[in-house]
């Protein structure tokens, strides 16, 4: 029957307009993964990894510096759908994350407070001193 087509048609045309919102919603401003050995988790697959934020239409590092602690580490876990954090720290010399190649995007995160939900509630700057030049320094 037509209105049967029209039906089918429409939920069609809302599943399409479904999926590309999830789409933009995972790469928004501000997107959060864990990546190892250049494989990449926005959902709670993994407890540990480089954090990579989407800023700037491209994703990139988050430096850890002398601002980051505990409070920003469990805002990134609450945006990535965990309860809080266990232990923060910087890639250094850990190995079995792999090689990571993306530019540093983000430095000076300092959140007032660890319930908050998203990262970009949290203060940051896109003006990374040369201390962040080195890939021993992502989140």
Do not use: K
């Amino acid at each position: 029957s037509p209105d049967r087509d029209t039906d089918m048609a429409l939920l069609q045309f809302l599943s399409i307009l479904y999926i590309i919102s999830q789409t933009e919603a995972d790469t928004g401003r501000g997107a959060l993964r864990l990546v190892r050995n250049n494989y990449y988790s926005t959902v709670q697959a993994w407890n540990s990894g480089i954090v990579e934020i989407y800023y700037g239409s491209t994703w990139g590092n988050i430096c850890d510096d002398a601002f980051f602690a505990f409070d920003e580490a469990d805002v990134i876990c609450h945006q990535l759908g965990y309860t809080a954090a266990s232990t923060y720290g910087n890639t250094g010399t850990i190995t079995s994350y792999g090689t990571d190649l993306n530019s540093m995007l983000i430095e000076d995160v300092s959140c007032s407070s660890s319930d908050y939900l998203v990262l970009l509630r949290c203060s940051v700057t896109t003006q990374y001193s040369s201390f962040c030049n080195d890939h021993s320094r992502d989140v």
